[in-house]
């Protein structure tokens, strides 16, 4: 089945500095590639998501990038907050009936 | 459009006791997802509902672990006995089917459960 690889598992970014967090798959039929990002004590939320018939998305200071060759994904966040401060996963699916895998998580802190 | 709704929010239980969590998916969502997360870890499903049916319990340890989605909208996951190694947040999500494909998978705020 199809596994999902996540780095780094930490990140610390000052205020206003980039983010890039980055996720390998293994299975080359996959073609959906969210992203979620995990506030304590609250479940995952999407945040970011593409299809691989596309190589690149962006929504205001968040882009992902997708390269189905390397088969490797990531999240890009510009200009970072201390609200973005969180732990994000990526995840990954061959779509119908088969469920989201998702990574390990990356615990982003942005210091102020 | 109101959340995933998920009950209790935590739950402390020792050892070989029983324990059951209750879901409420998005109305209109046809699949529902139960995943466990382990501290640390990421989400990691346990299993799949399409409407009232099971589409994936691959992962299920159906020796202690049972779920049910009646009428195909709320769900109920049971541990029976619980062992220490199943404290971990509980997750239910839900998500929107068109043609084939699942999108935008709505979690819940999950359920923590620590077995002592």
């Known amino acids: 089945g199809e596994n999902v690889e996540q780095h780094p598992s930490t990140l610390s970014v000052q205020e206003g500095d980039s983010a890039v967090i980055k996720c390998t798959y293994s299975d080359s039929a996959s073609n959906y590639f969210p992203w979620y990002k995990q506030e304590l004590g609250k479940g995952p939320q999407l945040i970011i998501d593409?299809?691989?018939?596309?190589g690149e998305k962006k929504d205001q200071r968040i882009a992902v990038t997708l390269n189905k060759t390397a088969k490797h994904f990531s999240l890009h966040i510009t200009e970072t907050q201390p609200e973005d401060s969180a732990v994000y996963f990526c995840?990954?699916?061959?779509?119908?009936?088969?469920?989201?895998?998702f990574g390990k998580g990356t615990r982003l802190s942005v210091i102020a | 459009e109101a959340g995933v709704a998920q009950s209790p929010r935590y739950k402390i239980i020792e050892k070989r006791q029983s324990v059951a969590f209750w879901c409420n998916p998005i109305s209109g969502h046809a699949t529902l997802y139960w995943y466990q997360q382990i501290l640390g870890q990421g989400p990691k499903l346990l299993i799949q509902?399409?409407?009232?049916?099971?589409?994936?319990d691959s992962q299920l340890p159906k020796d202690r672990f049972s779920a049910e989605r009646l009428k195909g909208v709320d769900s109920t996951l049971k541990i029976q006995p619980a062992k220490l190694e199943d404290s971990a947040v509980y997750l239910c999500?839900?998500?929107?089917?068109?043609?084939?494909?699942?999108?935008?998978?709505?979690f819940g705020s999950g359920t923590r459960l620590t077995v002592v």
């Open positions: 995840a990954a699916s061959i779509g119908g009936n088969t469920p989201l895998v």
């Open positions: 999500a839900s998500s929107l089917k068109i043609y084939r494909f699942n999108y935008g998978y709505t």
């Open positions: 509902f399409q409407n009232n049916g099971v589409v994936d």
């Open positions: 593409i299809r691989s018939n596309v």
